[in-house]
């Protein structure tokens, strides 16, 4: 496994700007409004290709999630994009891409010193990659939401524009940063306050403390409420299939014992990838139960586990999320330099690069086993804690634009930290030629989005794919 460096140490501010600027000469600022979709490989092809890896029964309450809308479409459609963006000119200015940096991957949560925080939460497709494919993948979500709320083409360009200029001026503002501000920097509750306060109405700040307050609710303990019940042999993850299996059902009268004691196994070998006091501190638990759950959008139809764990007693719990890694969906539209050893260590990598802090239980596994599948690699994090969701179909068109400047704000914090803002801030400028462009970028890719949506909606109405409403 290797991770390209951001830049070389030994240039100077100025090498480095240059250098920036010079990337211009392979893509235009304005350039990137342009989006041509021709020739283009099948869309519904690309997300066959990821089905045809998941678990057979699942993959139709994907397709079913994905027809709910377009929005719901694009949540689900990260390999398509990807596609679309590796045919496209860009920059080579390299960071640690999210690789799925729609509106709704922006979250407050958790840190481990107990504050909230907003930052990205999603880093399943994290891989290295040109800077603006995460810029432009965010700035269509805006436009493809604004649409959903039946927002005109100018609310929704005002969204994407606040998102990029954000994104563009706090880049500038990293620039001009030591390097070990970069890596301390932190969106916490009250620097997001203060961020949008210039322009926040009455109604946006009642409506941030009220998602404030919601998020400090969403513990593990509620997660924990909600997910478990007592049986005659204790307490278990109740089920809710097809969504929540325990494994003892999946298992049921073919080598259980064998199931548990090897993902036991697999247990303690995760522990292995977390640091010395971390696993002291994981050491103070035991397993208690396994269960399959569906999760997201794009994610539904890969294998992820819930994983019960007690310490003291009952009511002592910690409940892990297992959740499968495969390849990148920007892998395969690279050069090919990088190579990782697990993907569940990549997606651990990656989180840590774009994170200024990550979950404490955050690891890795593999697992070889018959079990769904078998011989696949996982990441493991803490389920649920301090978790704020944005709720995008209750927002008026000023909550979109200030939402996007948040987003736009946070995205240059994670890209500062592993790519060199000074060379990406030289690119792009002091004017509004990349805001002006990318708007007219998302609205191009919000248009191509919904051609998808309804080659999906062929597909199930001819019955090439089999979606289910769940």
């Not at 020739?39 to 994905?66: C, F, H, K, N």
């Not at 892990?320 to 993907?343: M, P, Y």
């Not at 690069?353 to 086993?369: A, E, N, P």
């Amino acid at each position: 496994m290797s991770i390209p460096s951001a830049f070389a140490a030994s240039l100077s501010p100025d090498q480095r700007a240059a250098y920036g600027r010079s990337a211009r000469s392979r893509v235009s600022r304005s350039g990137h409004g342009r989006y041509d979709g021709g020739d283009r490989t099948d869309p519904i092809e690309v997300i066959e290709r990821q089905s045809a890896q998941r678990v057979p029964e699942l993959v139709p309450i994907r397709y079913g999630r994905m027809l709910e809308s377009p929005f719901r479409f694009y949540r689900g459609a990260a390999a398509i994009m990807a596609m679309d963006l590796g045919r496209m000119p860009h920059t080579d200015l390299t960071v640690q891409l999210c690789g799925d940096a729609h509106l709704l991957n922006f979250r407050l949560l958790a840190s481990p010193e107990r504050h909230l925080v907003f930052d990205i939460n999603d880093f399943d497709e994290t891989f290295p990659g040109p800077f603006e494919w995460d810029v432009k993948r965010l700035a269509a979500s805006f436009v493809i939401a604004g649409r959903a709320n039946e927002f005109s083409t100018a609310e929704q360009n005002a969204a994407v524009r606040e998102c990029v200029r954000a994104y563009r001026t706090r880049m500038r503002e990293f620039a001009g940063m030591r390097t070990l501000d970069i890596w301390y920097a932190q969106d916490d509750v009250d620097s997001m306050r203060e961020l949008m306060a210039s322009s926040m109405s009455k109604e946006a700040r009642r409506r941030t403390a009220r998602a404030t307050a919601k998020a400090r609710t969403r513990t593990y303990l509620q997660a924990f409420e909600k997910l478990t019940h007592v049986t005659g042999e204790g307490l278990r993850i109740a089920a809710d299939p097809p969504l929540i299996i325990p494994l003892r059902d999946l298992v049921a009268g073919s080598g259980a014992g064998d199931e548990a004691k090897e993902l036991q196994t697999v247990f303690e070998e995760y522990a292995k990838t977390l640091s010395s006091e971390r696993r002291h501190l994981l050491s103070h638990y035991h397993l208690v139960d396994i269960a399959r759950k569906v999760v997201g959008v794009g994610s539904v139809g890969t294998r992820c586990w819930i994983i019960l764990l007690l310490g003291r007693d009952d009511d002592d719990p910690l409940l892990l999320q297992a959740k499968e890694a495969t390849e990148s969906v920007l892998a395969a539209h690279t050069d090919g330099s990088v190579r990782f050893d697990n993907q569940g260590r990549r997606v651990v990598t990656g989180q840590r690069l774009i994170q200024t802090t990550s979950d404490i239980f955050l690891g890795w596994t593999h697992i070889v086993s018959g079990l769904d599948g078998g011989d696949r690699d996982f990441y493991v994090r803490q389920l649920r804690d301090w978790k704020g969701i944005a709720r995008p179909e209750n927002w008026d068109p000023d909550l979109l634009r200030l939402f996007g400047k948040v987003c736009g704000g946070s995205l240059a914090r994670a890209h500062a930290r592993s790519g060199d803002p000074v060379a990406i801030s030289a690119y792009l400028g002091g004017s509004d030629r990349f805001d002006r462009a990318l708007t007219d970028f998302a609205q191009a890719y919000a248009d191509q989005n919904e051609r998808d949506f309804e080659a999906l909606r062929v597909a199930a109405r001819s019955g090439r794919v089999q979606a289910k409403d769940l």
